[in-house]
């Protein structure tokens, strides 16, 4: 299967270092996979499409859902194409010249390893955003499709994206000297839309086998994926409980545990009290510090 090989040369104007573009998918409309001798981020604006996703050595192709809100980073080899999924969808397409890639990677490579165009993973890096994100990207959208295509507003935009998959919390011990699909995936949990989740999307975002993503999850941590999420779940439980007036059911279900009274044990077994205790405790604390 050959597979055609976009140039960014040859859609550019002079002075412009790249592309920004919005499409329109609509349903029957069908695309051949293609790659790229540049880097390409986007991001379903709205709707739902069809990421095609196919292997250039064989010619095998799978498909993968991606719903509004949903960000992907398309690296150079990475053969793809995609389709509207029950109705019309819009896209926003940021192609991007490799010399840029490369210095942020010189720069922030020690920050963003394994994450974004770095993934090392199989199939492209996906970040799930929150509607707080998917307004900002739409706010960087009206600004990059109104300003000149130069250098400076593609260095901010990247710096602002770059910013949304950061998290000052903590990994797990040991999983910084793992794989980078490892490390991805544990930086991925800081996020209730990927903690809710769960262990099915761990491994997914791995691009690896279930039974290897456990054994090498045990060798670097010590824990099971499934202990992992539960530990981001209630952790962002807690972070939810001291910072905002939620219910605390609706918190629950904001972090993918579902059923109140499990999250209730689990919550009492991990912080020795009820959500609702700690939630006073914590606020009282808060007070009395300020």
Request: charged share 25%.
């Amino acid at each position: 299967m050959v597979i055609p090989r976009l140039r960014l040369v040859d859609y550019l104007e002079d002075n412009e270092v790249f592309l920004w573009l919005r499409s329109r998918l609509v349903p029957g409309q069908r695309r051949a996979p293609h790659c790229h001798d540049f880097y390409e981020l986007f991001w379903v604006e709205q709707g739902t499409c069809v990421h095609t996703l196919a292997d250039q050595s064989s010619g095998k192709q799978r498909d993968e859902v991606l719903p509004t809100g949903t960000l992907v980073f398309i690296r150079p080899d990475d053969a793809h194409c995609l389709r509207a999924r029950g109705g019309d969808c819009s896209i926003i397409n940021i192609a991007l010249p490799a010399a840029t890639v490369d210095f942020l990677a010189s720069r922030y490579g020690s920050v963003l390893s394994g994450q974004a165009f770095w993934s090392v993973a199989p199939d492209p890096a996906k970040v799930s955003l929150g509607s707080a994100d998917l307004r900002s990207l739409a706010a960087w959208s009206v600004r990059l499709e109104r300003a000149g295509r130069g250098q400076l507003v593609l260095d901010a935009f990247l710096l602002a994206v770059f910013g949304l998959l950061t998290s000052d919390e903590p990994l797990p011990l040991g999983v910084e000297d793992g794989p980078a699909w490892l490390v991805e995936a544990c930086r991925s949990l800081h996020r209730p839309e990927r903690a809710r989740l769960g262990v099915r999307g761990f491994v997914a975002l791995s691009g690896c086998a279930p039974e290897h993503v456990s054994r090498v999850t045990r060798r670097w941590t010590g824990k099971t994926p499934s202990d992992l999420v539960r530990e981001a779940r209630l952790r962002l439980a807690a972070g939810h409980l001291t910072t905002t007036d939620a219910a605390i059911a609706e918190i629950a279900a904001e972090v993918g545990l579902n059923n109140l009274s499990h999250f209730y044990r689990l919550f009492k077994e991990t912080y020795g009290m009820t959500p609702k205790a700690y939630r006073q405790q914590n606020r009282r604390d808060l007070v009395s510090s300020v």
